[in-house]
C-alpha cells in the first residue's frame, strides 16, 4: 500500500520521467529485428541531426546525403575532442536558458565537462528505473544508494533531494570514507529503513559487504538486489556481496555523459540497452575499446565516443530473461591502466589484479607502477603477509609481466580515492 502511493505521488511529481519510462517499456517488448530497425533509423537520425545542427559535427562529418550507413565509416570522438570543443558540441538551437553543465568524476585524474537539460536527466532517470525493474523491483519500491561523487550527492545533485527522496522511497549515502564506525552506521540503516535494492560503486558495496559478513549480521528479506556501478565488479566481489546481503547482484554499465549503457537481468547477461545506444568493440591498441553513440542525446550528440573501457558484445541469441536488447561482456578495467613492460609490451590490469585472487586477508589493494621495471603494491589487511607468500608474489609478478619487473609491497591504512569517489586498481605511469 506505501509502495502504491509512493509511486502514485512520484508519477504526479514526475510525469515526463514516467511518459520516458512508458516508451522505453514499450520499447523492450520489440521483437528482436523490429528493435534492430528502430536502432538503425535512430543512428540516421542522430547523425543527420549533428550534421545539421551542431557546430563540431558540421565541421566532421560529412554530408549524411553522401553517408555510406556504416558507422564504422564516422570519426570517433576522443574525451580530449570534447574537452578542446564544448561550446561547439552544443546544438546551436538549444535554449541556453534551459541548459546546464554537468561534469565527470575525473577517474583518471582529468575531468570532462558536457551540456545536459532537463529532458536528459529525466530520461535518465526512467532508464535506471528500467534498468532496476530487471531485477523485480517495482516502481515505489525503496532504493538506498552508495555513492561516492560530492556533486551527486549534495544539494542539487542527482542524489540529493531530500523531499524528492522522501517521496520516492530513496535515500543517499555519502560513501566517501569507509571507516568502521560509518559502515555499521551503514548496515544499521539498511537494518531499519529495509530497502528493496542497494545501488552503489563496486568498492563501497564490498567494503560495506565485508563489514556485514565480519560482523555475521542478517540483511533484512527486503532486499531482492544489488546494484553495482561506476568500478569493475569482479568475481570475488559479487560472491562476498552475495553472501553478505542475501540476494542477487547485478551489474550496470554507464558513464555521465551516456548513461544506461548496459544492465544486467536475472539470468546474468549483461544487456545493451540498444534502443539509447549503439555500442561497438573495436581493436585499439591490442584491446577491445568500447565505443557508444547515444541514440537521443541531440542537445549534445556523442557519436562513436572512446569511453576507454575494455569489453565486447556477444554473439546474438535469445536470453531466458526475453529481453530483446543484445548482450556484453565488461574487461576487467574500466579506465584504468595498461601497464607498459621494459620490453614495450603493454600489459591489460587483470594480468596484476588475478596475482591476488584467493587472498581474502586483503581487505583493499592498488598496483601503482612508480619506474618502467617497478611496481608498487598498496595493501589494507589486518596482518602483513607472511614471508612465504610475499615472495610468492614477486614471483608471480616476474613470471606475468617481465623478468627485471620488481615489487615493493606498502602495508598502509587507507587508499586514497578519486576526486569522483572511486577507487582505482591499476595505476600505470604517466
Known sequence: ?????????????????????RQLLARQA???????????????????????????YQ??????????????????????????????????????????????????GQPLAFWYDDAKHELMRAGMMRGFMMSGWRPGQKVLYLWGARQDVGKGGVFGQRLTDAIAGERTIAALEYAEDRLADWARLIRRWRPTLLYGY???????????????LAMPAS??????????LDESQRALMRQAFGCRVFNQYGCREVPNIAWECRHGGLHVMSD?????????????????????????????YDLGDSGRLLPAGPCPCGIPF??????????????????????????????????????????????????QLNLVCPERLSPDLEARL?????????????LELRYVDHIPRTAAGKHRFVIGLD
Open 59 to 108: 565541421r566532421h562529418l560529412a554530408d549524411p546525403r553522401d553517408w555510406d550507413g556504416r558507422i564504422e565509416s564516422l570519426p570517433i570522438l576522443g574525451k580530449e575532442d570534447v574537452r578542446a570543443h564544448l561550446e561547439d558540441m552544443l546544438d546551436r538551437q538549444a535554449n541556453r536558458a534551459r541548459v546546464g553543465i554537468g561534469h565527470t568524476g575525473g577517474s583518471t
Open 394 to 406: 614477486r614471483n608471480d609478478l616476474a613470471r606475468a609481466g617481465d623478468p627485471g619487473l620488481r
Open 276 to 304: 539509447l545506444v549503439w555500442l561497438e568493440s573495436v581493436c585499439m591498441q591490442g584491446e577491445d575499446r568500447l565505443l557508444v553513440t547515444s541514440l537521443s542525446n541531440r542537445l549534445m550528440p556523442f557519436i562513436r
Open 202 to 216: 563496486a568498492s563501497a558495496l564490498a567494503e560495506l559487504a565485508r563489514y556485514i559478513d565480519d560482523q555475521d
Open 326 to 375: 543484445p548482450r556484453m561482456e565488461m574487461g576487467l578495467c574500466r579506465r584504468n591502466d595498461l601497464i607498459r613492460m621494459p620490453d614495450g609490451r603493454r600489459l591489460h590490469p587483470a594480468v596484476f589484479n588475478r596475482l591476488l585472487y584467493g587472498l581474502t586477508q586483503i581487505r583493499q589493494y592498488q598496483w601503482v607502477q612508480t619506474a618502467p621495471q617497478c611496481m
Open 223 to 232: 532486499l531482492i538486489g544489488v546494484y553495482s556501478t561506476a568500478e569493475v
Open 1 to 21: 500500500m506505501i509502495a502504491s502511493l509512493r509511486h502514485g505521488l512520484q508519477r504526479l511529481r514526475h510525469p515526463r520521467r514516467y511518459a520516458f519510462l
Open 30 to 56: 520489440m521483437a528482436p529485428d523490429v528493435l534492430r530497425t528502430y536502432q538503425r533509423r535512430a543512428l540516421m537520425d542522430i547523425v543527420r541531426h549533428a550534421a545539421s545542427r551542431v557546430p563540431y
